[in-house]
């Protein structure tokens, strides 16, 4: 319900347990005053650094660290109306995510660590900023 009223233009009903993890430092399962503040500050002033180590916790669905290939299709198969309201040519949800995983995951262990999610989405690496930015357009006001 709170992403809907946050969100009314926007089908991000299935985003919500992914960006309740960007707030949820602890994994208390409950947002506190200055988790909610960290973020908020991160979100509107953090250098890009700061604002992608908090976006990775959104694809780290279990919060080990780490992103898997089942992690990235989870994600993206729950962003993907998102994704399509956009671009209605886009690709299948399987190929976006196998693409996305390989672009991020450099020394292909299997694995995307925020070291290499950051450097894919600060780099030239198309699918990784798309996603990133998808993300962050769900914290950003489209007429604001």
């Known amino acids: 319900e709170m992403m809907s009223k946050a969100l009314p233009?926007?089908?991000?009903?299935?985003?919500?347990?992914?960006?309740?993890?960007?707030?949820?430092?602890?994994?208390?399962?409950?947002?506190?005053?200055?988790?909610f503040m960290l973020i908020f500050f991160i979100m509107s002033d953090g250098t890009p650094e700061e604002v992608l180590t908090k976006i990775f916790r959104v694809f780290d669905v279990n919060s080990d660290g780490t992103i898997t290939q089942k992690e990235m299709t989870k994600l993206i198969k729950d962003m993907y109306g998102l994704l399509k309201s956009e671009d209605p040519n886009l690709a299948a949800k399987d190929l976006i995510s196998k693409s996305a995983f390989a672009e991020m995951d450099k020394d292909q262990d299997g694995k995307v660590t925020t070291e290499e999610f950051i450097a894919a989405c600060m780099g030239q690496d198309?699918?990784?900023?798309?996603l990133a930015l998808k993300v962050i357009d769900i914290f950003v006001d489209d007429d604001a």
């Not at 198309?126 to 798309?130: E, G, P, T, W, Y």
């Open 126 to 130: 198309d699918l990784s900023k798309m």
């Open 9 to 35: 233009k926007k089908d991000a009903s299935k985003m919500e347990k992914h960006v309740f993890r960007i707030y949820d430092s602890n994994n208390d399962g409950y947002i506190d005053f200055s988790e």
